[in-house]
């Protein structure tokens, strides 16, 4: 299982930013990306990996973290095997590196482990 993060930057405070995943190689075709559930996380300098979002295999249900409920949205395309975190308001507090994250859908709950992660993705806000 591959994933592969891209969109991240540097930002104002203020900005928006959409970064997005993709499920690549051979592990991945339209049918078998609908059975992972998937999540972003991120991990600041000198802090525990956190959740952000995550979302169910069909995209009926989502979670967001308390800090990134209402200034963010997670969605998914199986059909391209991506899924995207939409960021609006960024805040310094939220520089970090991004990770696009999945698991085997109904496996735990969504804000829950996952097994299988990409390299990650750097975002700075700067105030």
């Known amino acids: 299982v591959q994933l592969e993060e891209s969109g991240g930057g540097l930002v104002r405070a203020g900005d928006s930013l959409t970064l997005s995943c993709a499920g690549v190689g051979d592990t991945f075709d339209m049918f078998s990306f609908s059975l992972f559930e998937m999540g972003w996380f991120r991990q600041a300098p000198g802090k525990e990996r956190e959740v952000v979002a995550a979302?169910?295999?069909?995209?009926?249900?989502?979670y967001y973290d308390d800090d990134a409920r209402g200034r963010s949205t997670i969605s998914r395309d199986n059909a391209k095997r991506t899924v995207t975190l939409k960021m609006n308001s960024l805040k310094p507090e939220d520089t970090a590196v991004y990770y696009c994250?999945?698991?085997?859908?109904?496996?735990?709950?969504?804000?829950?482990?996952?097994?299988?992660w990409g390299q990650g993705t750097q975002v700075t806000v700067s105030s």
């Open positions: 994250a999945a698991k085997l859908a109904k496996s735990g709950p969504l804000s829950g482990s996952y097994d299988y």
């Open positions: 979302i169910s295999w069909n995209g009926d249900t989502k």
